[in-house]
């Protein structure tokens, strides 16, 4: 091919495109394309124009914080006077601005590039993305197609097939695992918004990310409020610590980005041992007095956390009494279940619904969450 003395090559034009991505111009990537350029990234649906290129460019790389695109393995499929198709790899270090997380893409991507008065443009731009890690809720496995020109297999999250593999190993073990799993799921006398996001809580609370990921998307597909799915690290907080809320925190920032400023409420004031005598009905117990009394600074933090999750949250006060008790039936803290217990039956939880949120912690918890729980709420 004769290129002009000083003519910028397509693939040049690609390795500028993607700086521009980089420093977040949407502006200067779509310089490099033809009026009438057309994209398709991952979704299978052209965007037509580079007009329209330019403002979709910009509303994807606003959910980063950071991008890294490195190009290899460039290769001329269509070499011709004044057209030319790129074949490349691509991997794409991202961070994402809504969560500070990182994401990793590894796709590959066809170019068609034209020349014209300005030089070499981009009129066609596809990305195949072959996977991605971790995996992102918002992008299902239809966004991975794989290697052009071969079929893969469907991507599959990496606990769904070793459950597969247990049920292949042990039919018996994994017939009974798949019918926990499936009642755990099923929702009867709560909402089914309200029993996922228990779920992901007691989840939260042992550290099984993959299952606090799958049962806040079940929560967001049922339709809970983003209000009332961020009312519930506030609980975590209250009965395991900050890094456990953190962690169902990070889940909620992929599926339902970040929350709205006081959305899940905010704690009142007034006089801290009142409102402990008139959640437990009565005196506090002593270990409550004992806080008052010696730890003063911790006593008003509790109280002001207690009352602002359990009875001033946007969840209703039966819902986070409920997360308290499946969080903690999943430990075996019995003492705490049946505390909350009590505190759910006070603001109306049936002893249906008790019921319901132990069954459903038993397959994050294993069978040892029945006999304390069951004791607690007074089975057994």
């Known amino acids: 091919m004769n290129i002009p003395a000083g003519e910028m090559t397509p693939e040049r034009v690609l390795y500028e495109y993607f700086d521009c991505i980089d420093q977040q111009d ?17 979704t299978g649906k052209f965007i037509e124009g580079r007009d329209k290129v330019g403002r979709a460019l910009g509303r994807i790389i606003a959910a980063y914080a950071r991008t890294s695109h490195h190009v290899t393995n460039v290769r001329r499929i269509v070499d011709e006077e004044d057209r030319v198709v790129l074949m490349v790899y691509v ?22 590039f034209v020349r014209t008065p300005e030089g070499w443009r981009i009129r066609d731009h596809r990305l195949m993305g072959v996977d991605g890690f971790p995996r992102r809720p918002d992008m299902t496995d239809d966004y991975y197609v794989g290697h052009p020109g071969r079929n893969p297999t469907p991507l599959r999250r990496p606990a769904r097939t070793a459950m597969d593999a247990i049920v292949a190993a042990h039919p018996a073990a994994g017939a009974g695992m798949t019918k926990l799993l499936e009642d755990s799921a099923r929702a009867d006398s709560l909402e089914p918004g309200h029993k996922a996001i228990i779920v992901a809580c007691a989840a939260a609370a042992k550290g099984q990310d993959w299952v606090v990921d799958e049962a806040v998307g079940r929560a967001k597909a049922a339709g809970l409020p983003p209000e009332q799915a ?52 009565g005196d506090p117990p002593p270990r409550i007095q004992a806080m008052a009394d010696r730890a003063p600074g911790l006593f008003e933090g509790y109280a002001h956390l207690h009352r602002g999750t359990l009875r001033e949250s946007a969840l209703p006060p039966a819902i986070v009494e409920l997360i308290m008790c499946a969080v903690n039936a999943a430990e075996l803290q019995s003492e705490f279940v049946k505390i909350h217990a009590d505190g759910a039956r006070r603001v109306g939880a049936t002893e249906e619904q008790l019921l319901e949120a132990i069954v459903a912690v038993v397959p994050i918890g294993g069978i040892a969450v029945w006999p304390g729980a069951a004791a607690a709420l007074g089975l057994v």
């Open 230 to 281: 961020w009312a519930a690290p506030g609980a975590l907080v209250l009965t395991r610590g900050v890094a456990v809320a953190v962690r169902l925190a990070q889940v909620l920032l992929w599926h339902y980005g970040p929350p709205e400023e006081g959305a899940s409420g905010a704690a009142s004031g007034g006089n801290a041992l009142d409102y402990f005598r008139s959640y437990f009905g």
């Open 91 to 112: 991997y794409a270090f991202h961070r994402m601005a809504a969560t500070e997380a990182t994401w990793h893409l590894w796709a590959r991507l066809q170019d068609e």
């Open 26 to 42: 949407a502006a200067g990537a779509v310089q490099w394309w033809t009026e009438d350029g057309r994209a398709e990234v991952m």
